[in-house]
T-cell receptor, first 115, second 110 residues
Framework: DGGITQSPKYLFRKEGQNVTLSCEQNLNHDAMYWYRQDPGQGLRLIYYSQIVNDFQKGDIAEGYSVSREKKESFPLTVTSAQKNPTAFYLCASSAAGTGGSYEQYFGPGTRLTVT | DAKTTQPNSMESNEEEPVHLPCNHS???????IHWYRQLPSQGPEYVIHGLTSNVNNRMASLAIAEDRKSSTLILHRATLRDAAVYYCILSAYNFNKFYFGSGTKLNVKP
């Protein structure tokens, strides 16, 4: 089955620790995205990547870092510099990063809780 | 950045049509209009998208105003499984970047 996998589904960390969220896709998509969702809110873009070895900051990149070494993978690291890391994190991919008309496919999400 | 405005919540009866409105008065000529829906604790699911003309698919219809400043998602016969938060999203032509609003929570009554 083609799709996007995110692991783990739930993640608990102590304040001050960095944590890496996994995102893998087997859809052969060039573009990948990371979003954050807070309770009752819409999604906000953290980082996006149009192609391997390239990525750009989204609207709320502070305190986060990413890498795109393989087409299939786009891991997100939540660093200790992120002031409010507790949130629902969603990864997505699309066939292309330009054109505006491409459907984004979303993973099931990772719920991160930092105490 | 272009933004969308949607009602916070709407209610419908099962098997009746539902019209979900969206205002996007600052839309540019090349922005696409997408609709996604999201169940609690799940990733959003694609519903439909369009540019200028009305669009139909097996899930829904999208009616786009002639001036493109508003659009309406139409679910022809709501079912209990259609209860979700519906997002109206604009994506810029220069990049497939989505701008999410806070969405409309649709409640479907049996």
């Amino acid at each position: 089955d083609g799709g996007i996998t995110q692991s783990p589904k739930y993640l608990f960390r102590k304040e001050g620790q960095n944590v890496t969220l996994s995102c893998e896709q087997n859809l052969n998509h060039d573009a990948m995205y990371w979003y954050r969702q807070d309770p009752g809110q819409g999604l906000r873009l953290i980082y996006y990547s149009q192609i391997v070895n390239d990525f750009q900051k989204g609207d709320i990149a502070e305190g986060y870092s990413v890498s795109r070494e393989k087409k299939e993978s786009f891991p997100l690291t939540v660093t200790s510099a992120q002031k409010n890391p507790t949130a629902f994190y969603l990864c997505a991919s699309s066939a292309a990063g330009t054109g505006g008309s491409y459907e984004q496919y979303f993973g099931p999400g990772t719920r991160l809780t930092v105490t | 950045d272009a933004k969308t405005t949607q009602p916070n919540s709407m209610e419908s009866n099962e098997e009746e049509p539902v019209h979900l409105p969206c205002n996007h008065s600052t839309i540019s000529g090349t922005d696409y209009i997408h609709w996604y829906r999201q169940l609690p604790s799940q990733g959003p699911e694609y519903v439909i998208h369009g540019l200028t003309s009305n669009v139909n698919n097996r899930m829904a219809s999208l009616a786009i105003a002639e001036d493109r400043k508003s659009s309406t998602l139409i679910l022809h016969r709501a079912t209990l499984r259609d209860a979700a938060v519906y997002y109206c999203i604009l994506s810029a032509y220069n990049f497939n970047k989505f701008y999410f609003g806070s969405g409309t929570k649709l409640n479907v009554k049996p």
